[in-house]
């Protein structure tokens, strides 16, 4: 089965190559797009030196500014489906999400129409996060479960893989959040659908290679947006 992986990146210079190296070395079949907002650092340079490189699998979608997360993957999932892609792959560029884990991801997406990487159905299985980190991460995951009711432990998680009929039925152009909310609003939108979820369990390494893009502001500004997004018909 076809399939892409979309890796969203602003000023992700430092860490590009060695993800796609890394992504290609455990899956050498799939695809790669990257889709870049126009990074000051060059990330999207880079990028096109790598689909240079490797002009059949991976690919550069250039978007002229930097519009958040959610943007950035409907852009890639577009992308994805336009060219008939059956498998999607959405993740992160920095290593917090280990391409290692991709073989289960395939495994487990054969009876399943959504396979979230999670942090925490088998527990708490992260690493180098400080300790207000991981409050704020549970408790926005504790807060997204009790309003929308998915019966998933990692509601806020970032690595997953579609399959195109589930990105089909979600309806892209009905999403409204964005950053992290964005992650919640589409596996929630998936629940409503009844499309079959499933969470494979993850270890979730903190970035190696640059700074994060999460703040407690960030997770705090989401408490609207999530009501918002289980109201909203």
Request: one cysteine or more; proline letters at 4%; a positive charge.
């Amino acid at each position: 089965m076809r399939c892409l992986v979309v890796v969203p990146t602003y000023n992700e210079r430092d860490s590009l190559t060695a993800i796609v190296e890394s992504i290609f070395e455990h899956q050498p079949s799939v695809n790669i797009l990257v889709v870049d907002d126009n990074s000051p650092d060059g990330t999207g340079t880079l990028a096109d030196e790598l689909h240079n490189a490797r002009p059949d699998q991976l690919f550069v979608l250039h978007r002229p500014r930097k519009e958040g997360l959610g943007p950035a993957y409907i852009d890639g999932f577009k992308y994805a489906l336009e060219r008939d892609y059956a498998l999607i792959v959405q993740m992160d560029a920095d290593f917090s999400h280990d391409p290692k884990y991709l073989a289960a991801f395939f495994e487990a997406i054969k009876t399943n129409d959504l396979v979230i990487g999670s942090r925490y159905v088998n527990g708490i299985s992260v690493v180098n996060w400080d300790l207000k980190r991981l409050i704020l991460s549970k408790a926005a995951s504790f807060y997204v479960r009790t309003v929308t009711q998915m019966p998933i432990a990692d509601c806020t998680a970032g690595f997953k893989c579609w399959r195109r009929e589930a990105l089909e039925a979600v309806g892209l152009d009905r999403i409204v959040s964005n950053g992290y909310v964005f992650l919640a609003e589409m596996s929630y939108r998936a629940f409503r659908k009844g499309l079959r979820i499933t969470e494979v369990p993850i270890i979730f390494v903190e970035r190696r290679l640059g700074r994060s893009k999460m703040s407690g502001n960030i997770m705090v500004e989401g408490v609207l947006s999530v009501l918002r997004m289980r109201f909203r018909k």
